[in-house]
């Protein structure tokens, strides 16, 4: 608009922004120098202003043939900025209108002038207008390219300020295919770039992107955080109309949260907002949340709101929220007990999300359609819908999985769990039916169970085994973070270390990523039964909400069931077993470890149990006829059973029966290798053990007599093997020692006092099983003390499980710990040491394999953090372990071991030797697993 200052000095006075009697002044105006004796430069600026004015009035027909005119004028002119910036101009239009066809047209023809001038700025935002476009129609893989290529062209021309749109933008693409760690990367750009310029309308926006990321992931106060921090930013701008954006991310995280009427306050005011401002595209979101949040309250209203917003979202053609709305639809109708209404809706909605390419609504439709095209007996259309939904679904975890940190994958993980229980429930109803069905169900019980904890030991060996000095740097700055946080719990400013610690592993993943592909290894079952030999089998055990009729959410409960593979099988066998309460019944929900419970549990030589036995192994033994070695991989609450001790009558143990291997993942028999020990194994040996100091006040954990003869003798057993051992006894036995060796042993022997503290609420709970039985025993576990509350507090479940060193009596009185090495080593600082040279640890104390269970996790104590620094093999404690009989375990076991040279077998012959002698609660404590 060369001549803009000729048309405003004639209309001087003259307000854009008033809509009078004076607006048609002004637009008389612009007429008369469209049609007076002026140059055609200054004739093109007054169409271009007649445009924007009209634009502005929304009577986009008016607007249009005033664009068409300038557009005209300036090919004549063969002016190319001009008659590119024309171009995109009507673009603009035409997308204000929906005539996104229209539109996409225009936005090309102002990037091929420009990409021929060669005009930088034009290419930049017809790119950019052209990925908003492609994404309005659900070309979300075109979008984003073009939003790509729109930020190469801005970071070549060095124009730093408006690099946030497009860096957003390719952001929230990332965000609607479920790939969030690496939406996380450009939104993290974005906002770097904006805090340095203080650009706060970038920031306004940048943060909603970043709440919407992180409530997508399940991480709720993060997201809240954002959306907080965005309020902010559009209150400092002074634009009240786009607090519609965090209102609705608010509301959304809060009725995620339960806090229903909270989250209805922030929906209803976004609800005004865009009524103000007339936004048809807010209007339609809103009723959306609106009816999500009425829709177990008020289920009629819930379907009124969702009702007003379709009609809108499908008046203006905006197809991702058309799906979204009758998604919900849907399964408003499925709740009503109206099948063939919500399977209607769920079709559309399904159709809708395809053509929207948003991940979320795709697998958001898959599972409402699925609901009722199985409740309607529509059975291949159900079973094509539920397979589609989880190869979806493991899709995402290969791709989000492996570069997030440890935290944001356990919330991650929380919000697509659901959907893997809801197809373990259809297959379980289905297996007779369809028995091939069970190959994906043992197929993505592989993919998920222990996925955490998979997927971080991936990372950390990737990085460790790279020669690459910047991962490595950046690798030790994350181990320091992570040790700094486990020795000293109690500082004040833990969470600004775990938000750093997460920012390093993220970028340490990704780093390594773009290097090498990290991934998580996969295994399918015809893997594991390729691995197994005949008379074997492997047993995966997982549990499940299961639901006697689909459609009646009251009947849910959580079921136990096995999957099987032997040899010869066509397909896995899945067994169900029981219901999780009647387990926690014979069990106890909480860890019961007295010699009085396992007595109840397992029974005593002279009367044995069988109720256990009957209640988990009974259903399997027609399927193990002939079989005499089994792997199993437990779940939930089974990770707290030894199965060697569950008899079968009063002569017969399991153990007697099979040859027991425990697993944390049958995945591992898929590439087994025979583990031999090498000739010059290092054993590094903890025991006979002194727990006080001169200035010790109290004596929490007492001297283990047993330990003293156990060291001494299992030293004498290796030397005369001629093993290289490295004995640490009395005071010489420190927190700080075992740290020192560890990363260079081949077996870790730790004789001493374990604690495990169950979360606090039940902490009282756990106590009543804690006291002294009648039997003269002595444990190695403590008693209640000062310092024991103290862990017991803790939120970090890798902060109340630990070993007890030299010196430990100082710490556990005080009122804190001082900080590292101080006698106490935690779980949590275990994690923190690599020991990918190890090839046993054998925990020789009391409790050490129990810990809090979380889902498909397992269980977080000890043998987790063991795990996840590298250890093979583990020799772990159910239960308080006596210290006598401990010692005795101990010395036959390291016989056996220098015999057969071999660990697994050595541990066989030690329990059948010991189970001879003694009740299970003697024996049956200590299990192997790899």
């Not at 790119?127 to 994404?135: A, Q, T, V």
């Not at 592989?446 to 030991?457: D, E, I, R």
């Not at 109690?490 to 991934?519: Q, Y």
């Not at 036959?892 to 030690?910: G, H, K, P, W």
């Amino acid at each position: 608009m060369k001549y803009l200052w000729v048309i405003c000095f004639l209309i001087s006075g003259v307000s854009l922004a008033q809509l009078s009697d004076k607006d048609q002044h002004y637009v008389d105006s612009l007429l008369n120098i469209t049609t007076g004796d002026f140059h055609d430069i200054t004739k093109v600026d007054a169409f271009d202003l007649l445009a924007i004015k009209y634009r502005k009035l929304k009577d986009y027909k008016q607007a249009t043939t005033y664009f068409q005119q300038s557009l005209q004028l300036n090919e004549k002119l063969n002016d190319s900025v001009a008659f590119a910036y024309s171009h995109y101009d009507l673009g603009v239009t035409y997308y204000r209108m929906r005539d996104y066809d229209e539109a996409y047209d225009e936005f090309l023809a102002c990037l091929q002038i420009s990409e021929i001038i060669p005009f930088q700025r034009g290419i930049a935002i017809s790119l950019n207008s052209l990925g908003l476009i492609s994404k309005r129609k659900g070309n979300l893989d075109e979008a984003l390219q073009y939003y790509l290529r729109s930020y190469e062209v801005r970071n070549a021309m060095g124009d730093k300020k408006s690099l946030g749109t497009p860096l957003n933008n390719i952001g929230n693409i990332y965000d609607e295919k479920g790939d969030y760690a690496n939406a996380f990367v450009y939104y993290k750009k974005a906002i770097e770039i904006e805090e340095e310029l203080k650009d706060i309308r970038g920031l306004s926006i940048t943060t909603t992107y970043f709440g919407n990321s992180y409530k997508d992931q399940g991480n709720y106060p993060k997201a809240i955080h954002y959306f907080q921090q965005s309020l902010g930013y559009y209150r400092q701008r002074g634009d009240s109309s786009k607090l519609k954006y965090p209102l609705n991310g608010l509301g959304l995280v809060y009725r995620r949260m339960g806090e229903n009427d909270k989250a209805i306050r922030y929906y209803q005011r976004a609800l005004e907002i865009n009524e103000e401002i007339e936004d048809p595209e807010g209007i339609a979101a809103s009723c959306n949340n609106l009816g999500l949040a009425y829709n177990k309250t008020d289920p009629n209203k819930a379907i009124d709101f969702y009702n007003r917003g379709l009609k809108i979202s499908q008046e203006i053609n905006d197809v991702p929220t058309i799906a979204a709305l009758q998604i919900n639809l849907s399964t408003s109708y499925y709740a009503k007990g109206d099948y063939q209404k919500a399977l209607d809706y769920g079709r559309q909605s399904l159709e809708n999300a395809r053509k929207s390419e948003s991940y979320n609504y795709i697998t958001d439709a898959l599972a409402t359609t699925f609901y009722s095209s199985f409740t309607l007996e529509k059975l291949d259309e159900s079973k094509n819908l539920i397979l589609e939904l989880m190869q979806l679904r493991n899709k995402e975890i290969q791709i989000n999985l492996p570069l997030l940190a440890e935290k944001e994958k356990e919330l991650y993980f929380e919000i697509i769990r659901s959907d893997y229980e809801l197809f373990y429930d259809y297959a379980l109803s289905q297996k007779h039916k369809m028995p091939e069905i069970t190959d994906q169900v043992y197929d993505n019980v592989l993919v998920t169970k222990g996925l955490l904890l998979k997927s971080s030991t991936a990372m950390r060996n990737a990085v460790l085994s790279s020669k690459d000095s910047t991962l490595m740097d950046s690798y030790h700055e994350w181990i320091e973070l992570k040790k700094k946080m486990a020795e000293n719990f109690g500082i004040e400013n833990i969470e600004e270390l775990e938000d750093r610690a997460n920012e390093l592993e993220k970028g340490l993943v990704r780093a390594f990523n773009e290097f090498s592909g990290l991934r998580i290894e996969d295994h399918g079952w015809k893997d594991v039964q390729a691995g197994l030999e005949k008379g074997e089998a492997a047993i995966e055990f997982v549990r499940f909400l299961h639901q006697e009729n689909f459609w009646v959410d009251s009947l849910k409960h959580e079921v136990y069931c096995a999957l099987i593979i032997q040899k010869d099988y066509e397909h896995p066998k899945m067994i169900e077993l029981f219901d999780a309460s009647e387990l926690e019944e014979v069990l106890g929900k909480y860890p019961g470890t007295s010699a009085t419970y396992i007595e109840q549990n397992y029974g005593s030589k002279k009367q044995k149990k069988s109720e256990l036995y009957n209640l988990i192994w009974k259903p399997m033994e027609k399927n193990l006829k002939g079989v005499s070695k089994i792997y199993i991989s437990p779940d939930g609450l089974l990770h707290k059973v030894s199965f060697a001790a569950l008899a079968k009558n009063q002569k017969v143990y399991l153990s007697d029966l099979y040859e027991i291997k425990n697993i944390t993942s049958s995945s591992l028999i898929a590439n087994a290798k025979k583990h031999q020990l090498s000739p010059d194994t290092e054993v590094s040996l903890f025991g006979d053990i002194v727990y006080n100091t001169d200035s010790s006040s109290k004596e929490i954990w007492n001297y283990l007599e047993g330990t003293r003869k156990e060291s001494e003798e299992i030293v004498q057993i290796l030397e005369n093997a001629h093993k290289k051992v490295n004995y640490y006894h009395l005071n010489q036995a420190t927190e700080e020692q075992f740290k020192s060796v560890a990363s260079q042993s081949d077996i870790l022997h730790i004789a001493t006092h374990g604690f495990f503290y169950p979360e606090v609420d039940h902490y009282l709970d756990e106590y009543v099983d804690r006291e002294e039985s009648s039997l003269d025993l002595v444990f190695r576990g403590g008693r209640q003390g000062y310092g024991s509350i103290k862990f017991v507090e803790n939120r970090n479940p890798l902060m109340r499980s630990g070993l007890v060193f030299a010196g430990a009596n100082d710490v556990w009185s005080q009122e804190l710990p001082k900080g590292s090495n101080d006698g106490v080593l935690t779980a949590a600082e275990v994690a923190t040491i690599d020991m990918r040279k190890t090839d046993l640890v054998v925990l020789s104390a009391c409790e050490t394999g129990l810990g809090d269970i979380k889902g498909s996790e397992g269980v977080y104590g000890l043998q987790r953090s063991f795990k996840m620094a590298g250890v093979r093999y583990i020799i772990m404690s159910l239960w308080q372990v006596p210290d006598k009989e401990t010692a005795e375990f101990m010395t036959i076991f390291y016989q056996n071991l220098t015999q057969f040279n071999d660990i697994e077998v050595a541990f066989s012959e030690t329990q059948k030797l010991m189970r001879k002698k003694y009740d299970p609660y003697y024996w049956a404590a200590f299990v192997l697993i790899q």
